[in-house]
Every structure is written in structure tokens, then in C-alpha cells.
């Protein structure tokens, strides 16, 4: 199996911060990688598909990048809505595989 | 849109078998994949497996003695069962909508883009 690391796993960040979380998979999966916030108590919801495709109704101050091993997602100017819990999760080749996660919170 | 609404025991005694049902709203079963996943503190979030609205699945090798997913194209319902329940298997379930569609670069990209509400299931004796 794949084997996705994301980093740091948590962070403190204020409103209108630029913020950057990083993946890794442990073999390369090309721009196989999709990117999920998650809310407490709630189902992770699709960000970023094909590392860097906006999903529809996303805000553009998100990003993502990379290809091959290493990808990155961003949000620029940081909003109270998006203290969050984000994962990636690679699409290269079943089972599909995510990684740990990374919470965002408030400093 | 398409919605996905799920339901089943949120309490199981070990040995026993966990069904889930999910419910397709808004959309047809037709050219899309039907997920299971489920999260746990421990290992985080675990793909369970798949089915097509034809019934062709695709499981996790982890699970894959254990797991059944089934469609019902006609009630635009596919389920999970899991087998021989422990503590292990305690976690929040998820059914979720997989697609793919190509991109610029002529390749498939799947992605998992609606999601069920989640359902707890605690194994305890």
C-alpha cells in the first residue's frame, strides 16, 4: 500500500495568515492526490482533486501543488471558517490511502 | 445535487456482523464508484472498498475476508457489511461518491466528492 505522510500534523495560525501543509507518498503517484477538510463531527468534504483542480464551490485562496512524491496545500489569508482538520489522500493505485492529518488552529 | 444519506446499529457485541445501508439522492448509480471509509483516533481515516452500480467491487486487501458491498441499483442504495466484529472495527463510517473524469492531460482522476453524514459503531460486550 501507499503510504502518505503529511506534515507538521498540527499547526497555530491567526486570520489572514498564509498557510502551507505538506504530503508525501511513500512511491510516486504523478498528480494522483486529492486534498479533504474536515470539520469535528462532520464528513471530510473534497478541496482539491488531481493535486491542483479546485473542486467547485471551494474559495480560490486555496491551492494545491506538486507531483510525483511531494504536494502541498495552501490557503492564503486564513479564515475562521477554515480551522479545520485537512488530509490528503492519493488516487494513484487502490486501496486508496490517506494521510494522518493536519489541524489547523487558531493561535 | 447528490445527496448520500446512511443509517444501521451503532452498537455491536463482538463476533457479530455491522450493516450499513446508504441511500443515493439526486443523481443515478450509473458511471460512478460507491465507497465505504471509515475513521478511527487511532488509524485515521481507512478506505473499505468500493462497488460500481454494475456490483463489481474492489476491497481492501486489509478487510477483504471480512467485507461485502452490495447495490441495489432499483432503491439507489448500496450497503456494507463487515463480519466477525471486535473493538477494532469500532469507528465513524462513512459512504461517500467516487468519480473520475479526464483531465487536460487525457488521464483519469478519481476522487471521492459527496459524502454520507457518518455513522458511529461501537463493538462492546
Known amino acids: 500500500d501507499i503510504q502518505m505522510t503529511q506534515s507538521p500534523s498540527s499547526l497555530s495560525a491567526s486570520i489572514g495568515d498564509r498557510v502551507t501543509i505538506t504530503c508525501r507518498a511513500s512511491?510516486?503517484?504523478?498528480?494522483?492526490l486529492n486534498w479533504y477538510q474536515q470539520k469535528p463531527g462532520k464528513a471530510p468534504k473534497l478541496l482539491i482533486y488531481?493535486?491542483?483542480t479546485l473542486q467547485s464551490g471551494v474559495p480560490s485562496r486555496f491551492s494545491g501543488g506538486g507531483s510525483g512524491t511531494d504536494f502541498t496545500l495552501t490557503v492564503t489569508s486564513l479564515q475562521p471558517e477554515d480551522f479545520a482538520t485537512y488530509y490528503c489522500?492519493?488516487?494513484?493505485?487502490?486501496?486508496?490511502?490517506f494521510g494522518q492529518g493536519t489541524k489547523v488552529e487558531i493561535k | 445535487q447528490v445527496q448520500l444519506q446512511q443509517w444501521g446499529a451503532g452498537l455491536l457485541k463482538p463476533s457479530e456482523t455491522l450493516s450499513l445501508t446508504c441511500a443515493v439522492s439526486g443523481g443515478s448509480l450509473s458511471g460512478k464508484h460507491w465507497n465505504w471509509i471509515r475513521q478511527t483516533p487511532g488509524k485515521g481515516l481507512e478506505w473499505i472498498g468500493e462497488i460500481n452500480h454494475s456490483g463489481s467491487t474492489n476491497y481492501n486487501t486489509s478487510l477483504k475476508n471480512r467485507v461485502t458491498i452490495l447495490v441495489d441499483a432499483s432503491m439507489s442504495q448500496f450497503s456494507l457489511e463487515l463480519s466477525s466484529v471486535t473493538a477494532a472495527d469500532t469507528a465513524v463510517y462513512f459512504c461517500?461518491?467516487?468519480?473520475?473524469?479526464?483531465?487536460?492531460?487525457?488521464?483519469?482522476?478519481?476522487?471521492?466528492?459527496?459524502w454520507g453524514q457518518g455513522t458511529t459503531v461501537t463493538v462492546s460486550s
Open positions: 512511491q510516486s503517484i504523478s498528480s494522483y
Open positions: 461517500a461518491r467516487g468519480v473520475d473524469t479526464a483531465m487536460a492531460d487525457y488521464n483519469y482522476y478519481y476522487r471521492m466528492d459527496v
Open positions: 488531481a493535486a491542483s
Open positions: 489522500q492519493q488516487s494513484y493505485t487502490a486501496p486508496w490511502t
